[in-house]
């Protein structure tokens, strides 16, 4: 565990090999690897960000490039260099962060995540999440959750677990985060700058950030982009062995 200022940022590291940086999404925790069953060969440094699983200390300001400092404070405790990083939605976001400020980040995966700045109207919204979340919790987290897979139903198990890991998280922390999102900058200019370097993978199903988007988004650029059919913005769960087997591929 890191200790700064008081606050600790919790993680595990497993295996040996490659360093790979783990980093989930909004309202996760480094809990959600243990669905790709990643193998031993690779070492893994699994991480709570601010605010999430075990890293739950109250957050009075927050965004993704101090998300991506906190990360890096680790990489620097451990000395790691040529290290690859797979961000899972906003772990994508804080990712781009670190790519762009530390030259050891070798390649990147953005699974179900993006590298262009919010809309007005996501702008918007990710507002209007943190005035609810602040109410009424416990429905929003039993709401969203859900639609984030194609077929909730089949994933009932796994849905329940996401749900009430959530619902451990302080209702001001998920707010902020929410705003601190809002507020992160384009970062296609580091897409450009190491296409090679970086993999797009793209929930053909996916609600938060539509195929149709990142297709636009992608036109004319020449990028590693891999479209998961069949799933939505959790292709972790609902295509695992599809995409562990690009998450290695990649990174090897």
């Not at 957050?59 to 290290?83: A, C, F, G, P, R």
């Not at 849905?159 to 302080?170: F, G, P, Q, T």
């Not at 001001?172 to 700058?193: E, H, Q, T, V, Y």
């Not at 195929?211 to 939505?232: C, G, P, S």
């Amino acid at each position: 565990m890191i200790n700064k200022s008081q606050k600790i940022l919790f993680y595990r590291v497993t295996g040996n090999g490659h360093p790979v940086i783990f980093l989930h999404g909004f309202l996760e925790s480094s809990n959600m690897w243990e669905f790709l069953d990643l193998p031993d060969s690779i070492k893994q440094f699994l991480i709570d960000l601010p605010g999430h699983g075990n890293s739950f200390d109250a957050l009075e300001s927050i965004t993704m490039k101090s998300m991506s400092e906190d990360v890096l404070d680790i990489i620097n405790k451990h000395k790691i260099q040529n290290y690859s990083i797979v961000g899972h939605s906003m772990g994508g976001y804080v990712g781009l962060e670190l790519m762009k400020n530390d030259q050891n980040c070798n390649k990147l995966i953005l699974l179900n995540s993006n590298f262009w700045e919010d809309s007005s109207d996501k702008v918007r919204n990710r507002h209007r999440i943190a005035n609810v979340v602040r109410t009424n919790k416990s429905r929003f987290i039993n709401e969203t959750i859900p639609n984030l897979f194609l077929d909730p139903n089949k994933y009932a198990e796994q849905v329940r677990l996401l749900v009430k890991e959530a619902i451990r998280m302080d209702s001001d922390n998920i707010g902020n985060i929410s705003i601190a999102m809002s507020k992160r900058k384009n970062n296609k200019k580091i897409l450009l700058d190491r296409l090679n370097r970086i993999l797009i993978i793209q929930g053909e199903n996916d609600i938060v950030i539509p195929k149709v988007e990142m297709d636009q988004k992608l036109k004319d650029i020449k990028a590693n982009y891999v479209v998961v059919r069949d799933t939505r913005h959790m292709s972790h769960i609902e295509m695992s062995h599809k995409i562990k087997e690009l998450i290695l591929s990649f990174i090897h």
